[in-house]
């Protein structure tokens, strides 16, 4: 009986392996749009496990623009519209960076469709806006990337300016108030509407629009030499402008957008320890849309606003990552679990050097250990109840999974 117990488990292991790539799924739910005021092209800031979105435009085609700040708070999903002191400019397509709990909303275009440099910092502690002196030029710009290096410096890259798109990057210091222009090398792509993410003090730009054609282009910025390089020559699969970029657990979830015909429907995720793409397969609607912004909260990403061709969205869409969506590490082939089926502990074999982490899931994707891989790389599963479960190693290609049993 315990060699026919063992075979059915075997049996499992081998199920489950062949279709966990298959049927495993992120999964986008609604969420709350009550207290929201439908717009495109907002700037958004996560602060303290809440959601602030400011600005935006409220018309498609058209200028129209609003002043409002809106927190979203994904923990009792509600809204709620603080009570503002001091004075905001009225914009769409500006950024929103956040040193401590400031926010600081630069650039973007009025209600009269002018390109603005200004530079406004919103306070969620006193919930107040001021206007800094600022030493420094800056060149009026609007939906143009953003980012926050070294704790204290705002990189400001790209955008459509009054007459043209922009390729000059610059700096804005928060603790002297003072732009800079540091000189750069490599190549940017003139762009507005792209997406961006601050990942190890480097800047990622995806996608954009140069007036009459989409990109799919990734292009980043290294503060430490100034340059601007691709740091991997597939640069994915759909081109889009409009969409939002999102850091989550080592990977960019790029949602949303329009390719110049359609809306996008993917969502890619670019994973920056490997430099590789990948398609994550999820289930439920996502309603299709350009101008979003996105942030994440407790590994979930809400994707909130934006506009289909007709009109402005009162959207506000969670996705849901689940654990067993990976990146496969296909060249490492030859790894082994051993024993399998197992009592105490287990040891991978034929590990690459890359492999230093190792991470144990369950059957259904929840995490149940996470282990910094020594010399034999020997794990102990004395604690696991007994069951199937997976076990995943990030290496520089992908992600090794190995299914064992739990004795």
């Not at 999820?282 to 299709?288: A, K, M």
Request: glycine share 10%.
């Amino acid at each position: 009986m315990k060699i026919l117990g063992t075979s059915i488990l075997y049996a499992v292991v081998l199920f489950i392996g062949l279709t966990v790539a298959t049927f495993a799924q992120s999964t986008w739910s609604t969420k709350s749009v009550d207290g929201f005021t439908p717009r495109t092209y907002p700037c958004a800031a996560v602060v303290d496990g809440k959601i602030y979105v400011i600005g935006g435009y409220v018309t498609v085609g058209v200028p129209g623009t609003v002043d409002a700040v809106e927190v979203y708070n994904p923990a009792n999903d509600t809204w709620q519209t603080p009570t503002t002191t001091g004075t905001y400019t009225p914009r769409g397509g500006a950024s929103a960076s956040v040193v401590g709990s400031k926010i600081y909303v630069i650039g973007g275009q009025d209600n009269s469709g002018t390109a603005v440099n200004t530079v406004e910092v919103f306070d969620t502690k006193t919930n107040t806006w001021s206007k800094p002196t600022v030493a420094g030029a800056f060149t009026a710009r609007h939906r143009h990337v953003a980012g926050v290096i070294f704790d204290k410096l705002i990189v400001v890259a790209g955008g459509q300016g009054a007459s043209s798109y922009d390729v000059s990057l610059q700096v804005f210091d928060t603790e002297t108030n003072s732009w800079s222009t540091p000189q750069v090398t490599g190549t940017f792509t003139l762009r507005r509407a792209a997406s961006s993410v601050v990942v190890n003090n480097k800047l990622y730009v995806f996608g954009g629009f140069n007036g009459s054609k989409a990109f799919n282009t990734l292009e980043m910025f290294d503060p430490e030499n100034n340059t601007w390089s691709n740091p991997t020559t597939d640069n994915g699969n759909a081109k889009r402008y409009g969409g939002s970029a999102t850091l989550l657990n080592n990977n960019i979830y790029l949602i949303g957008g329009f390719d110049f015909q359609f809306m996008v429907t993917d969502v890619e995720v670019y994973n920056t320890k490997t430099n590789e793409w990948d398609m994550e397969n999820t289930t439920n609607d996502f309603t299709f849309r350009s101008g979003v912004v996105a942030a994440a909260v407790d590994n979930t990403i809400y994707v909130i606003g934006g506009a289909t061709l007709q009109s402005v969205s009162a959207t506000n869409e969670a996705l849901k990552p689940i654990a067993t969506s990976v990146h496969f590490d296909t060249q490492n082939t030859t790894v082994e679990v051993m024993p399998n089926p197992a009592t105490e502990a287990i040891q991978c074999v034929g590990l690459p050097e890359t492999a230093t982490r190792a991470t144990i899931t369950n059957a259904i994707g929840m995490e149940v250990g996470n282990y910094a891989l020594s010399a034999n790389a020997i794990i102990p599963v004395t604690d696991l109840a007994s069951g199937v479960y997976y076990i995943q190693i990030p290496t520089s290609h992908g992600t090794i999974v190995r299914t064992f049993i739990k004795q």
